[in-house]
Protein backbone atom coordinates (compact mmCIF):
# COMPACT_ATOMS: atom_id res chain seq x y z
CA UNK A 1 0.00 0.00 0.00
CA UNK A 2 1.58 3.18 -0.96
CA UNK A 3 2.09 5.77 1.61
CA UNK A 4 4.62 6.79 4.53
CA UNK A 5 6.54 4.72 6.61
CA UNK A 6 7.37 6.11 10.08
CA UNK A 7 9.98 4.10 12.25
CA UNK A 8 10.40 3.38 14.59
CA UNK A 9 6.90 3.11 15.92
CA UNK A 10 7.91 3.93 19.67
CA UNK A 11 11.21 5.04 21.65
CA UNK A 12 12.51 5.29 24.51
CA UNK A 13 15.63 7.43 24.48
CA UNK A 14 17.94 8.43 27.58
CA UNK A 15 17.84 12.18 27.96
CA UNK A 16 21.32 13.59 26.44
CA UNK A 17 21.30 10.52 23.71
CA UNK A 18 21.05 11.49 20.22
CA UNK A 19 18.35 9.49 17.80
CA UNK A 20 16.98 9.91 14.16
CA UNK A 21 13.39 9.05 13.18
CA UNK A 22 13.44 7.48 10.01
CA UNK A 23 10.32 8.65 7.39
CA UNK A 24 10.07 6.57 3.66
CA UNK A 25 7.21 7.89 0.98
CA UNK A 26 6.74 5.80 -2.03
CA UNK A 27 4.82 8.63 -3.73
CA UNK A 28 7.22 10.51 -5.44
CA UNK A 29 5.98 13.27 -3.41
CA UNK A 30 8.21 16.41 -3.42
CA UNK A 31 7.25 17.84 -0.06
CA UNK A 32 7.93 16.27 3.20
CA UNK A 33 7.39 17.73 6.73
CA UNK A 34 7.38 17.17 10.25
CA UNK A 35 5.01 17.81 12.80
CA UNK A 36 4.95 17.11 16.63
CA UNK A 37 2.02 17.08 19.00
CA UNK A 38 1.95 17.11 22.60
CA UNK A 39 -0.69 15.67 24.56
CA UNK A 40 -4.14 17.39 23.72
CA UNK A 41 -2.65 19.80 21.75
CA UNK A 42 -2.45 20.04 17.56
CA UNK A 43 0.20 19.12 15.26
CA UNK A 44 3.40 22.15 15.32
CA UNK A 45 5.71 22.13 11.99
CA UNK A 46 9.18 21.33 12.92
CA UNK A 47 10.73 21.29 9.79
CA UNK A 48 9.71 21.10 5.75
CA UNK A 49 11.07 20.33 2.34
CA UNK A 50 9.06 21.21 -0.74
CA UNK A 51 12.29 19.51 -2.67
CA UNK A 52 14.99 16.85 -2.66
CA UNK A 53 18.28 19.51 -1.25
CA UNK A 54 16.50 21.92 0.16
CA UNK A 55 15.35 22.05 4.01
CA UNK A 56 13.87 25.30 6.20
CA UNK A 57 12.24 25.67 9.90
CA UNK A 58 9.10 25.54 10.62
CA UNK A 59 7.44 26.63 14.29
CA UNK A 60 9.43 24.62 16.58
CA UNK A 61 12.94 23.93 15.06
CA UNK A 62 15.40 23.90 18.03
CA UNK A 63 16.95 21.08 18.88
CA UNK A 64 15.70 18.77 15.73
CA UNK A 65 17.67 19.43 12.15
CA UNK A 66 16.83 17.61 9.09
CA UNK A 67 18.33 16.10 5.57
CA UNK A 68 16.61 15.53 2.27
CA UNK A 69 19.32 13.73 0.58
CA UNK A 70 16.45 12.07 -2.12
CA UNK A 71 12.60 12.40 -2.46
CA UNK A 72 11.94 9.47 -0.46
CA UNK A 73 13.52 9.67 2.28
CA UNK A 74 13.25 12.80 5.07
CA UNK A 75 15.01 11.75 8.31
CA UNK A 76 14.61 13.88 11.91
CA UNK A 77 17.36 13.89 14.00
CA UNK A 78 17.53 14.67 17.72
CA UNK A 79 21.24 15.45 18.57
CA UNK A 80 21.00 15.56 22.20
CA UNK A 81 17.49 15.16 23.46
CA UNK A 82 15.44 16.62 26.26
CA UNK A 83 12.88 15.74 28.20
CA UNK A 84 10.41 18.33 27.08
CA UNK A 85 10.97 16.64 23.61
CA UNK A 86 8.73 14.04 24.56
CA UNK A 87 6.00 13.75 22.10
CA UNK A 88 4.39 12.12 19.13
CA UNK A 89 6.25 12.86 16.03
CA UNK A 90 4.42 12.99 12.62
CA UNK A 91 5.87 12.62 9.10
CA UNK A 92 3.52 13.88 6.20
CA UNK A 93 4.08 14.61 2.48
CA UNK A 94 2.65 16.81 -0.62
CA UNK A 95 2.78 16.56 -4.26
CA UNK A 96 2.78 19.70 -4.88
CA UNK A 97 2.42 21.48 -2.02
CA UNK A 98 1.43 25.21 -4.40
CA UNK A 99 -1.03 23.73 -5.60
CA UNK A 100 -4.33 23.72 -4.30
CA UNK A 101 -6.01 20.73 -5.00
CA UNK A 102 -3.21 18.13 -3.92
CA UNK A 103 -3.63 16.67 -0.40
CA UNK A 104 -1.82 15.57 2.30
CA UNK A 105 -0.40 11.87 3.31
CA UNK A 106 0.73 11.43 6.92
CA UNK A 107 2.53 8.57 8.60
CA UNK A 108 1.06 6.77 11.82
CA UNK A 109 3.53 8.55 14.38
CA UNK A 110 6.63 7.45 16.48
CA UNK A 111 6.06 8.05 20.13
CA UNK A 112 9.37 8.96 21.61
CA UNK A 113 9.97 9.49 25.52
CA UNK A 114 12.94 11.14 26.49
CA UNK A 115 13.47 10.18 30.48
CA UNK B 1 -0.92 33.68 7.65
CA UNK B 2 -4.46 33.23 8.22
CA UNK B 3 -5.61 31.35 11.85
CA UNK B 4 -8.69 29.21 12.41
CA UNK B 5 -11.09 29.48 15.52
CA UNK B 6 -13.23 26.31 16.62
CA UNK B 7 -15.11 25.38 19.34
CA UNK B 8 -13.30 23.26 21.51
CA UNK B 9 -15.80 20.57 21.73
CA UNK B 10 -19.10 19.13 20.48
CA UNK B 11 -21.69 16.62 20.98
CA UNK B 12 -23.42 14.69 18.62
CA UNK B 13 -26.25 11.69 18.51
CA UNK B 14 -25.40 8.73 16.62
CA UNK B 15 -27.39 9.32 13.14
CA UNK B 16 -27.72 13.21 13.95
CA UNK B 17 -25.46 15.36 11.26
CA UNK B 18 -23.01 16.72 13.10
CA UNK B 19 -21.81 20.62 12.35
CA UNK B 20 -18.52 21.47 13.32
CA UNK B 21 -18.34 25.44 12.58
CA UNK B 22 -14.98 27.36 11.83
CA UNK B 23 -13.88 30.87 11.69
CA UNK B 24 -11.24 32.20 9.42
CA UNK B 25 -11.99 35.69 9.11
CA UNK B 26 -8.75 36.88 7.99
CA UNK B 27 -8.10 34.21 5.28
CA UNK B 28 -6.94 35.78 1.55
CA UNK B 29 -8.94 35.63 -1.46
CA UNK B 30 -6.37 32.86 -2.52
CA UNK B 31 -6.46 30.28 0.09
CA UNK B 32 -8.09 27.46 0.80
CA UNK B 33 -9.87 26.05 3.75
CA UNK B 34 -8.81 22.46 4.60
CA UNK B 35 -10.30 19.84 7.21
CA UNK B 36 -8.81 16.63 8.38
CA UNK B 37 -9.58 14.83 11.47
CA UNK B 38 -7.39 12.70 14.59
CA UNK B 39 -8.52 9.54 15.80
CA UNK B 40 -7.30 8.17 18.60
CA UNK B 41 -3.77 10.06 18.17
CA UNK B 42 -3.48 7.98 14.45
CA UNK B 43 -1.95 10.23 11.99
CA UNK B 44 -4.64 12.96 10.24
CA UNK B 45 -6.96 11.97 7.57
CA UNK B 46 -7.83 14.00 4.68
CA UNK B 47 -11.69 15.29 4.79
CA UNK B 48 -12.00 17.78 2.61
CA UNK B 49 -11.46 20.99 1.02
CA UNK B 50 -12.79 24.32 -0.72
CA UNK B 51 -12.51 27.63 -1.74
CA UNK B 52 -15.32 29.93 -2.08
CA UNK B 53 -18.11 27.48 -3.37
CA UNK B 54 -19.89 24.84 -1.40
CA UNK B 55 -18.14 20.77 -1.17
CA UNK B 56 -19.57 17.62 -0.93
CA UNK B 57 -17.45 14.47 -1.27
CA UNK B 58 -18.27 10.56 0.29
CA UNK B 59 -16.94 11.75 3.85
CA UNK B 60 -19.28 15.18 4.30
CA UNK B 61 -19.85 18.49 3.00
CA UNK B 62 -18.10 21.99 3.44
CA UNK B 63 -20.53 25.20 3.53
CA UNK B 64 -18.52 28.13 2.82
CA UNK B 65 -19.73 31.58 3.83
CA UNK B 66 -20.31 34.28 0.92
CA UNK B 67 -17.15 36.32 2.50
CA UNK B 68 -15.36 33.46 3.04
CA UNK B 69 -14.84 34.41 6.83
CA UNK B 70 -16.35 31.32 8.23
CA UNK B 71 -17.09 27.37 7.08
CA UNK B 72 -19.00 24.58 8.22
CA UNK B 73 -18.12 20.58 8.01
CA UNK B 74 -20.96 18.50 7.80
CA UNK B 75 -21.11 15.03 8.91
CA UNK B 76 -24.58 14.00 7.57
CA UNK B 77 -25.37 10.68 9.55
CA UNK B 78 -23.15 10.31 12.40
CA UNK B 79 -21.45 7.24 13.49
CA UNK B 80 -19.68 6.20 16.67
CA UNK B 81 -16.54 5.77 14.44
CA UNK B 82 -16.69 9.34 13.33
CA UNK B 83 -15.36 10.83 17.06
CA UNK B 84 -11.82 12.34 16.66
CA UNK B 85 -10.72 15.77 16.91
CA UNK B 86 -11.65 17.91 13.54
CA UNK B 87 -9.42 20.17 12.32
CA UNK B 88 -9.99 23.41 10.19
CA UNK B 89 -7.05 25.01 8.65
CA UNK B 90 -5.45 27.05 6.42
CA UNK B 91 -1.70 26.75 4.89
CA UNK B 92 1.05 28.13 5.88
CA UNK B 93 2.64 30.03 2.27
CA UNK B 94 5.94 30.68 3.86
CA UNK B 95 6.85 27.34 5.45
CA UNK B 96 6.50 24.88 2.37
CA UNK B 97 2.35 25.49 2.54
CA UNK B 98 2.72 23.48 5.56
CA UNK B 99 -0.85 22.54 7.13
CA UNK B 100 -1.03 24.92 10.09
CA UNK B 101 -3.08 23.03 12.89
CA UNK B 102 -4.65 24.60 15.70
CA UNK B 103 -6.19 22.64 19.00
CA UNK B 104 -9.20 21.42 16.59
CA UNK B 105 -12.82 20.21 17.76
CA UNK B 106 -12.99 17.47 19.58
CA UNK B 107 -16.26 15.56 18.48
CA UNK B 108 -18.01 13.03 20.38
CA UNK B 109 -20.53 10.94 19.01
CA UNK B 110 -23.25 9.30 21.16
CA UNK B 111 -25.13 5.76 20.77
Known amino acids: TAGITQAPTSQILAAGRSMTLRCTQDMRHNAMYWYRQDLGLGLRLIHY???????GKGEVPDGYSVSRANTDDFPLTLASAVPSQTSVYFCASSERPGTPNYGYTFGSGTRLTVV | DAKTTQPTSMDCAEGRAANLPCNHSTISGNEYVYWYRQIHSQGPQYIIHGLKNNETNEMASLIITEDRKSSTLILPHATLRDTAVYYC????????????FGKGTSLLVTP
Open chain 2, 89 to 100: IVRVRNSGYALN
Open chain 1, 49 to 55: SNTAGTT
